[in-house]
């Protein structure tokens, strides 16, 4: 099992940053890939990035890159997603989500049954 727990929504202007916060507890993580997906109003829950927890290597949606980057730190088994040059079309619930590394191709990771545990979410809103 493992619990994860997201923190670091809120309310930013449009050009704005945020840091979101992923604790992981429950298991050992190595053979884990990590996640953030989001969901805005009215709309199905998407993959925004994920990064593999040994290694480390990130893999991000088109809508997101460049602007977003995930990062982990092991010791304190954390996930982070800094967001940077945020637009409000970037409003969402934003999930963390931690599955088994299946593959070493982890574009092909991008879907919700491929993770088993998920976070509470925590709400993002990006006012114009």
């Known amino acids: 099992q493992v619990q994860l727990v997201e923190s670091g929504g809120g309310l930013v202007q449009a050009g704005g940053s945020l840091r979101l916060s992923c604790a992981a507890s429950g298991r050992t993580f190595n053979n884990l890939i990590m996640a953030w997906f989001r969901q805005a109003p009215g709309k199905e829950r998407e993959f925004a990035a994920a990064i593999t927890w040994n290694l480390g290597r990130t893999y991000y949606a088109d809508s997101v890159k460049g602007r977003f980057t995930i990062s982990r730190d092991n010791a304190k088994n954390t996930v982070y997603l800094q967001m940077n040059s945020l637009k409000p079309e970037d409003t969402a619930i934003y999930y963390c989500?931690?599955?088994?590394?299946?593959?070493?191709?982890?574009?092909?990771?991008?879907?919700?049954?491929?993770?088993?545990?998920w976070g509470q979410g925590t709400q993002v809103t990006v006012s114009s």
């Open positions: 989500a931690a599955g088994l590394l299946r593959t070493w191709d982890i574009a092909t990771m991008t879907t919700l049954r491929q993770y088993d545990y």
